[in-house]
């Protein structure tokens, strides 16, 4: 749904927030909260010399996003697939070396991300 409100430049139609702010705003919260969290162990990984793992999922995913990038209408899910490999190596080599408390935190904003969007897509609309 989100697709249909950002336009080229990531320029953001405020009919977005004017009638889905109930919803899109934890969503925004949450996908920050998890960005912070992913920079976090993503710095706190670097001393590890096991770089090879994060380089690969890195490269999987933005590699097999490619073919698709510069098609005029890619909003497509399906599209996303073979990309996702990549990005869950990546996230799952770096909750995987973190102490418990952060994979927990991680794992837990990501639960709370799926349930908003996961209500949002079961609210009947009109």
Same mark, same amino acid.
């Given at each position: 749904?989100?697709?249909?409100?950002?336009?080229?430049?990531?320029?953001?139609?405020?009919? =977005?927030?004017?009638?889905?702010?109930?919803?899109?705003?934890?969503?925004?919260?949450?996908?920050?909260?998890?960005?912070?969290?992913?920079?976090?162990?993503?710095?706190?990984?670097?001393?590890?010399?096991?770089?090879?793992?994060?380089?690969?999922?890195?490269?999987?995913?933005?590699?097999?996003? =490619?073919?698709?990038? $510069?098609?005029?209408?890619?909003? $497509?899910?399906?599209?996303?697939?073979?990309?996702?490999?990549?990005?869950?190596? =990546?996230?799952?080599?770096?909750?995987?070396?973190?102490?418990?408390?952060?994979?927990?935190?991680?794992c837990g904003?990501?639960?709370?991300?799926?349930?908003?969007?996961?209500? =949002?897509?079961?609210?009947?609309?009109?």
């Amino acid at each position: 749904m989100f697709v249909d409100f950002f336009g080229p430049g990531l320029h953001v139609n405020p009919n =977005l927030f004017l009638y889905w702010s109930l919803q899109v705003i934890p969503i925004l919260i949450l996908f920050i909260s998890e960005c912070v969290l992913l920079i976090y162990m993503f710095i706190k990984t670097r001393n590890s010399k096991k770089y090879i793992i994060l380089l690969f999922g890195g490269l999987w995913f933005l590699i097999t996003l =490619l073919p698709v990038a $510069f098609l005029p209408i890619h909003k $497509f899910s399906y599209y996303l697939t073979l990309p996702l490999v990549g990005m869950v190596i =990546l996230i799952s080599y770096l909750v995987s070396y973190q102490k418990k408390i952060i994979g927990c935190l991680f794992c837990g904003v990501w639960f709370a991300i799926s349930l908003v969007n996961l209500n =949002l897509a079961y609210k009947p609309t009109g």
